[in-house]
T-cell receptor
Framework: NAGVTQTPKFRILKIGQSMTLQCTQDMNHNYMYWYRQDPGMGLKLIYY???????DKGEVPNGYNVSRSTTEDFPLRLELAAPSQTSVYFC?????????????FGAGTRLSVL | TQLLEQSPQFLSIQEGENLTVYCNSS?????LQWYRQEPGEGPVLLVTVVTGGEVKKLKRLTFQFGDARKDSSLHITAAQPGDTGLYLCAGMRGLSGGYQKVTFGTGTKLQVIP
């Protein structure tokens, strides 16, 4: 079972470069999320999506963009990379509902902006 | 912004010792989850507590949700090296449309020394 798959696992960017972090899930979950985790910290929500074609901002959306053209895919775009975006990025997906809101996480993408 | 403060931030103990991790907030949550995250991996859900005062046990781990649903604790009995990891609490609050907003705690890094 693949679950949530993120690519790439590691990436180094120069300031001002752009890149797309890929996320795909094969569990037919409606809800998908992007988080960032800074060293030794919890997760902060960047963007989320409640279904194909619907996205919304989380706590820290500045500098990022997302799209959700299919149920399976939820890519995260960095247009002008900045050192403050150095972090580990996690994608997650979940079903709807109080008791069923179990988030399944990918293994993460470690990004360094130099 | 809802904050979930975890304490302690770091904990290093000997194998066989007991420990308790706390997760506190001034906000009420509809439910609360605990995750464990190992280096290089995404968080994995351990438990969800829903009712104020609820206690759940998972082998040597005991989870409690505060009566007012603002706080939670995780108690580990006879810690083992395999318990080493980052423990995250996450509070959920229901919004209109059925979406559950999730706020992650600051994390507790546990090291169990053999």
């Amino acid at each position: 079972n693949a679950g949530v798959t993120q690519t790439p696992k590691f990436r180094i960017l120069k300031i001002g470069q752009s890149m797309t972090l890929q996320c795909t899930q094969d569990m037919n979950h409606n809800y998908m999320y992007w988080y960032r985790q800074d060293p030794g910290m919890g997760l902060k929500l960047i963007y989320y999506s409640v279904g194909a074609g619907i996205t919304d901002k989380g706590e820290v959306p500045n500098g990022y963009n997302v799209s959700r053209s299919t149920t399976e895919d939820f890519p995260l775009r960095l247009e002008l990379a900045a050192p403050s975006q150095t972090s580990v990025y996690f994608c997650a997906s979940s079903l709807v509902g109080l008791a069923k809101n179990i988030q399944y996480f990918g293994a993460g993408t470690r990004l360094s902006v130099l | 912004t809802q904050l979930l403060e975890q304490s302690p931030q770091f904990l290093s103990i000997q194998e066989g010792e007991n420990l308790t991790v706390y997760c506190n907030s001034s906000s009420v949550f509809s439910s609360l989850q605990w995750y464990r995250q190992e280096p290089g991996e995404g968080p994995v859900l351990l438990v969800t507590v829903v009712t104020g005062g609820e206690v759940k046990k998972l082998k040597r781990l005991t989870f409690q949700f505060g009566d007012a649903r603002k706080d939670s604790s995780l108690h580990i009995t006879a810690a083992q090296p395999g318990d080493t990891g980052l423990y995250l609490c996450a509070g959920m609050r229901g919004l209109s449309g059925g979406y559950q907003k999730v706020t992650f705690g600051t994390g507790t890094k546990l090291q169990v020394i053999p």
